[in-house]
């Protein structure tokens, strides 16, 4: 039977809050939620170029490694999801399974992610928009490497800005709009897998495996340096964010049935699917040795459009800015959730003003507006970055796995006792004696993406020593102020009566 929204209310009321926003999704929508996260037509067709221009075609075996790992976290993150239905997925997960400090720094670290994520994903406009018209290239030309930044920035300002509009009408008009684009990209992605495969040119053994001269400076099969670099790019980007249906606990209906089976079906949908478009892509390039396969002018946008010729690839790639669109109301949608969530705590700066929730829209307005305003700037400041595209990505896909790292270690240290205690009765999804396998496993492999994506590597970050470790250097500030702000916040609460 299905739980009616009076018992999930209650089920909130247990851990001390009480429904401010609307609770209006269904099993679909919440499945929407993080497919559309992960989006692969956004991921794939922005990050493409960076995986191929390190390691060739055989970046295509770092995918399954990352599926694989990712899924493993995602298990974990499901049985947390049914334990705590809760708005704010993994600062909640952290705060509930450690204690409130812990809580914090992952919700810190996790919401910058997120915001990074927001401008990363809003300058995928810029991989696609030109490929079908030369006039979205509003700034310069697009063989000026500057222009293509600055243009990128701009396009993603305004897509950013249109994302809060859309997210502070509230809930339902994103709802809609989320389900509407993941009906089409899922359309779009299976079109794309028929019409890949119907015409390849080569085996998928030819394809992935026995690679030579293919003219990116890729004579054989890539070596273990060059595809760890290569995951650090494409695959690590795109297959992160599944959680984003534990993030909108608090608006779907019984989520803790709900939230943990969306969360595993949109990173094994998303994952088989990238791997399909992947393999078949490769399958049906025109020439494996084409330099701009590597480019961020050319990458998969051009291999479409060369497959499936200028008409088709080009409505194809309306598809495909659809999904970015899309893919970008979802980002700020969890970022604005989790920014609600730790205010509604007491712990960040205005915290009351950023969880007050608008009574006709039942959205967190102001915290929509900063998600919105932070990406801005994070895209602007980085403006005269000459890697602006590879660090912001870079950057994100740190701190989200460094949040995921903290989340399945606490989970982890939490087994024996939860274990002794009888589990959860409420919890509607459980690994059982799979649990302590999983978990160890989920650990080890968080740990080695945390340890990847940060690596100084010239390829990601660039030649300079304050670029290459640049994502060491802005994890220690994010940390560093978030001490800060959160024992500012703590003493501050213990002086006021």
């Known amino acids: 039977m299905k739980d009616s929204p009076v018992t999930d209310n209650n089920d909130l009321a247990r851990f001390g809050y009480r429904q401010e926003l609307q609770r209006s999704m269904g099993s679909f929508s919440s499945f929407a939620a993080g497919f559309s996260y992960i989006s692969i037509l956004t991921g794939l067709f922005q990050m493409f170029h960076l995986g191929y221009g390190v ?29 705590f239905p809760l708005s704010g997925g993994v600062y ?3 705060k ?26 809003a300058m995928a406009l810029q991989v696609s928009l030109p490929q079908i018209s030369s006039s979205f290239q509003v700034i310069g030309t697009s063989n000026d490497p500057k222009s293509v930044a600055i243009n990128a920035i701009l396009l993603g300002s305004i897509l950013v800005v249109i994302s809060t509009i859309v997210n502070a009408r509230g ?37 992935v495996v026995h690679i030579k001269n293919i003219g990116t400076g890729v004579t054989s099969f890539p070596d273990l340096k060059t595809l760890l670099a290569a995951t650090a790019l494409t695959a690590s980007y795109v297959l992160y964010g599944f959680d984003t249906a534990g993030t909108l606990a608090e608006e779907t209906h019984d989520p803790r049935k709900k939230a943990p089976r969306a969360i595993l079906q949109a990173l094994l949908a998303a994952g088989f699917a990238g791997l399909l478009v992947l393999l078949f892509a ?16 050319g990458g998969l946008p051009m291999l479409v459009k060369s497959v499936l010729g200028e008409t088709a690839g080009s409505l194809f790639l309306c598809i495909v800015i659809f999904a970015i669109i899309v893919c970008t109301f979802a980002v700020q949608s969890g970022a604005v959730r989790l920014m609600f969530a730790m205010g509604r705590d ?4 205005y915290s009351k003003s950023l969880s007050e929730v608008s009574p006709k829209t039942q959205t967190p307005v102001l915290a929509t507006v900063l998600c919105g305003l932070g990406a801005i700037i994070i895209l602007a400041v980085n403006l005269q970055f000459p890697k602006v595209f590879e660090l912001v990505t870079s950057i994100a896909i740190l701190w989200a796995n460094l949040a995921y790292w903290i989340v399945v270690a606490l989970l982890l240290k939490n087994r024996i006792s939860l274990a002794r ?51 060491w250097i802005y994890t220690a500030a994010l940390v560093g102020i978030g001490v800060s702000v959160y024992y500012y916040r703590l003493i501050r609460r213990k002086r006021i009566p």
Request: charged share 10%; proline share 5%.
């Open 421 to 471: 205690n009888g589990g959860d009765a409420d919890a509607k999804f459980s690994l059982g004696k799979w649990g302590f396998p999983v978990n160890i496993l989920a650990l080890i492999w968080s740990s080695f993406m945390v340890i990847n994506v940060s690596w100084p590597r010239t390829a990601t970050y660039g030649v300079e020593w304050y670029q290459q470790y640049a994502a």
């Open 282 to 297: 490769l399958m049906a390039a025109p020439d494996l040795g084409n330099p701009n396969l590597g480019n961020i002018n």
């Open 96 to 121: 509930f399974t450690g204690n409130p400090f812990l809580g914090w720094m992952t919700g810190w670290i996790y919401l910058a992610c997120l915001i990074v994520t927001l401008a990363a994903v």
């Open 55 to 83: 390691a060739g075609p055989g970046f295509f075996w770092t995918w399954p490694c990352v599926l694989a790992g990712q899924f493993l976290v995602a298990l974990c993150f499901a049985e947390l999801a049914s334990r």
């Open 346 to 349: 007491g712990f960040l700066p």
């Open 92 to 94: 909640q997960w952290a």
């Open 171 to 207: 809930i339902k008009l994103l709802a809609v709009i989320n389900n509407i684009g993941v009906f089409a990209e899922l359309i779009g992605i299976v079109f794309l897998i028929v019409l890949l495969y119907l015409n390849r040119v080569r085996s998928p053994v030819e394809a």
